[in-house]
């Protein structure tokens, strides 16, 4: 039974599993290491995801789908940024309101535009000539052989580990979310580096949505996240803002999720209830006994405002 | 074209703000201010709070715009609209609070907002290079690859200075420098400031502490009200007279102390150990004791235990290790009401947050503890609102307090205004023990003043009184014995009289009086 529970198709799908985690809390991240916490990003998942799947569907083109995610998370980063930034709402409660206009809207749209469940075809596997044969472990089954958003999900994990560690940009967010009286009196301009970054989570979680709705399921319904976002914004907190602690965490929730689908495959007899709790039980546990460690955003929902300190 | 400096960058021959006003909201707070500066000179700016120096600064340097008035910069008249611009001109500006961010390391906080070297990546090891380039030139030993958040307060200003230099600041305005420094440290600035002047800079020194002023400018400019009273050359210029200048009537700047009565003990502290906000050690075995008719000051610099020290005191902070008595009884662990009941008053370093609830009004504000007692209800359940409304006619007739009335939220009123009325409230209960963290800060002369004069009448009514102070002139001039803190451990305690400045820096920066005392 164990064998069957830990075979190296669970592991593959557990990488498939992870892929909208990981757009979708890297592009948060960005957002919140600038000091902008955004808790509406499954409702603009639902939207990328409702728009990907349409786009796909009328023009069956994949790259127009692609697209139509990310210039629908870029509108949704630019509203979030108008109310958090701009307007400096309050930005627990606007996240709210941003996750209720995606999860209507994208409803909506789906019952005047599409009605009946349809599907796509979507993005098929990629097998890395070579890699994909590995027998040795199940290496190439778990790792080689995807779809390529999964592959451009995992290759985000050090792309983002750069732009945050490496480059004048990264210095800037961070910057802007630890200090950002201090950014502005170096001529950092604060308000543009958070409309950037949160324009960048938009855009990864509208690409989020789509690897959903394109590439994992390639479906379409209502609700069809059922509030994966919110656990993105939590993997975020449990990766402690880094790109590797929240390629860690999604793993280790896709993980235990993939298991946990295992389990009711092969029909074992236990309430799968538990299984689907676990992975938020244990973000729990992982947050409240987080260290507090100095990379925390500690402008975190500030807005910002100029000579005040 | 001017010259240049040895760090490569535009010298700033001379400096001129001409007619600057600046209005906020119902206050006029810059008013036609005129000031100038040269290269290898140090212009003092000196003022009380809320004269206009910060201000009048933060226009020079982007933050604020001015409403009327021109900047002219080697004669060529310039628009600062931002920081940016400010950098790009070559004015750079030393915060009072830094402006570092803490996790990130030195060199990161310099390379911050700037162009690099390698486009979209960072240079940071050429930025390191240059640091230590300049830190050698300037003697500013720093290590570009430390995380700021490590460094201490005195080290931080040292990024802050090399970064305004690295930025190629020809002009570098420091905002009250020396609040967190020790003396050796102030000495080691001046050091540091003078040789900045020998090489070109032209340096503006923002201060409220006249022989700082006195020692380290050539000329000096003093604000009162958001205008300029006076720029006079410091040469002949003596303290009484910049203080005078300062609050536009005599001043007097050391008091009398007559002898008192000492009685026993009052407090008693007895290696107390205690944590601070972050869950590190902030007291470590502290032992004290003030008697009545005593007053005990508690030097050091900022942050090393004197916060948690009278929180512990009164009540507000747990020990972990112990034992505190008030008039022979032992009050460890017992509540802020049951402390404060024993005859403890207590005036917290924060006013606006521990001190008073800003927006209630002065009146309420006078009897946030007592509104339980007589005369302030009655039938026991009805607040006595005349009573309460007179009693805070008393305090403001006697304290001085300045207010359109008992009854304005007090957050309208002047820093010096609240602290007496926080006074007020204090000495009302007329306590056997007075904790007072930092009394006087942010607080004018005037306030200041009176503040003391009322600190020495309790002193002479018997009161143990405890002056927790970062301003040593304060300590120097009020207290009967000195204790020296230095992370949450006493390195001696001396007596107030004759005492020698240098030892009390010496113990600030961490050496015990015994070794202070080796060295002697």
């Known amino acids: ?309 | 074209m001017s010259a240049t400096l040895p760090t490569g960058h535009r010298r700033i021959d001379q400096l001129e703000m001409r007619g600057i006003v600046k209005r906020f909201p119902g206050v006029l707070a810059v008013d036609h201010v005129d000031f100038d500066v040269c290269s290898g000179e140090i212009h003092a700016l000196l003022g009380e709070n809320g004269a206009g120096k910060s201000t009048l600064m933060k226009m020079l340097y982007g933050l604020y715009q001015q409403d009327e008035g021109v900047v002219r910069l080697n004669n060529a008249e310039v628009r600062i609209r931002s920081p940016h611009d400010a950098i790009q001109n070559g004015v750079g500006m030393i915060h009072q609070h830094f402006m570092l961010v803490p996790s990130l390391t030195v060199a990161e906080n310099i390379a911050l907002g700037m162009k690099s070297s390698r486009g979209w990546r960072l240079d940071l090891d050429l930025v390191s290079k240059r640091i230590r380039e300049l830190s050698e030139r300037y003697n500013l030993k720093v290590e570009p690859d430390i995380p700021t958040w490590q460094l201490a307060v005195g080290e931080q200003q040292r990024v802050e200075i090399l970064r305004a230099l690295y930025r190629g600041a020809a002009l570098l305005i420091l905002d009250e420098p020396t609040a967190v420094l020790t003396p050796q440290e102030v000495d080691d600035l001046f050091v540091i400031l003078k040789k900045m002047t020998a090489d070109g800079h032209a340096l503006i020194f923002i201060s409220h502490k006249l022989h700082e002023v006195l020692a380290i400018s050539q000329r000096v400019t003093v604000l009162r009200d958001g205008r300029r009273v006076d720029t006079i050359p410091t040469e002949g210029a003596t303290r009484l007279k910049l203080a005078e200048m300062m609050v536009g009537r005599p001043v007097v700047l050391e008091y009398e102390r007559p002898e008192v009565t000492v009685y026993s003990d009052r407090l008693q502290v007895r290696n107390v150990s205690a944590l601070n906000d972050r869950g590190e050690v902030g007291l470590r075995e502290l032992s004290l004791s003030v008697a009545g008719g005593e007053i005990v000051g508690v030097a050091g610099v900022s942050g090393n235990g004197q916060h948690e020290m009278a929180q512990v005191i009164a009540g507000l902070r747990p020990l972990t290790g112990g034992k505190i008595e008030i008039n022979g009884q032992d009050v460890t662990g017992r509540s802020p009401s049951v402390v404060r009941k024993m005859g403890v008053a207590y005036i917290p370093e924060e006013r606006m947050i521990d001190g008073v609830v800003k927006d209630f009004t002065v009146a309420e504000n006078l009897v946030l503890h007592d509104h339980g007692r007589k005369p302030f209800v009655s039938q026991r359940i009805f607040m006595n609102f005349k009573a309460i409304r007179d009693a805070c006619q008393e305090a403001i007739r006697a304290y001085e307090i300045k207010t359109p009335g008992p009854d304005v939220p007090i957050k309208n009123l002047s820093g010096g205004n609240i602290q007496k009325l926080v006074l007020a409230r204090e000495l009302a209960r007329q306590p056997q023990l007075l904790i007072a963290a930092q009394p006087t800060r942010g607080v004018d002369i005037g306030a200041t003043e009176y503040i003391h004069r009322q600190l020495l009448k309790e002193r002479a009514r018997g009161t143990a009184i405890l002056l927790i102070s970062e301003d040593l002139d304060e300590i120097r001039a009020l207290s009967d014995r000195i204790v020296v803190m230095y992370e949450g451990q006493i390195m001696g305690i001396v007596p107030g009289k004759d005492v020698n400045i240098r030892q009390l820096g010496a113990m600030m920066a961490g050496t015990p009086l015994d070794k202070v005392a080796e060295m002697s």
């Open chain 1, 1 to 309: 039974m164990i064998e069957q529970l830990l075979a190296p198709s669970v592991f593959a799908a557990a990488m498939r599993l992870a892929t909208p985690y990981l757009f979708a809390s890297l592009g948060e991240m960005f957002g919140q290491r600038s000091g902008v916490l955004n808790l509406g990003v499954d409702g603009t998942m639902l939207m990328g995801a409702f728009f990907g799947f349409y786009t796909v569907m009328i023009t069956e083109s994949l790259l127009l789908g692609v697209l139509a995610a990310l210039i629908t998370g870029l509108i949704m980063g630019l509203v979030t940024a108008f109310i958090s930034v701009t307007l400096k709402a309050e930005q627990g409660i606007s996240g709210i309101g941003i996750y209720l206009f995606g999860l209507g809207m994208s409803e909506l749209l789906y019952q005047r535009l599409i009605g009946t469940p349809k599907s796509v075809s979507g993005f098929s596997n990629i097998y890395i000539p070579g890699l994909s044969d590995i027998e040795f472990l199940g290496i190439g089954e778990i790792f080689f052989r995807h779809n390529l958003l999964v592959y451009v999900a995992f290759a985000l994990v050090p792309v983002s580990a750069f732009i945050l560690n490496r480059t004048p940009f990264g210095l800037m967010i961070r910057a802007a979310g630890q200090n950002p009286q201090a950014a502005d009196a170096m001529g950092v301009n604060v308000t543009r580096v958070r409309y950037i970054t949160v324009m960048i989570g938009g855009m990864m979680a509208g690409l989020a949505g789509a690897s959903l709705s394109i590439a994992l399921l390639k479906v379409f319904q209502q609700n069809l996240t059922s509030g994966l976002g919110f656990i993105a914004v939590a993997l975020v907190y449990f990766g402690r803002w880094r790109p590797l602690g929240i390629l860690i965490g999604a793993m280790l929730f896709s993980v235990v999720q993939a298991i946990q689908l295992q389990i009711s495959a092969i029909g074992i007899d236990i309430p799968s209830e538990f299984a689907v709790m676990l992975p938020y039980v244990i973000t729990i546990i992982a947050l409240v006994f987080a260290s507090k460690r100095m990379e925390k955003p500690t402008a975190l929902t500030k807005p910002f405002e100029r000579g005040e300190s």
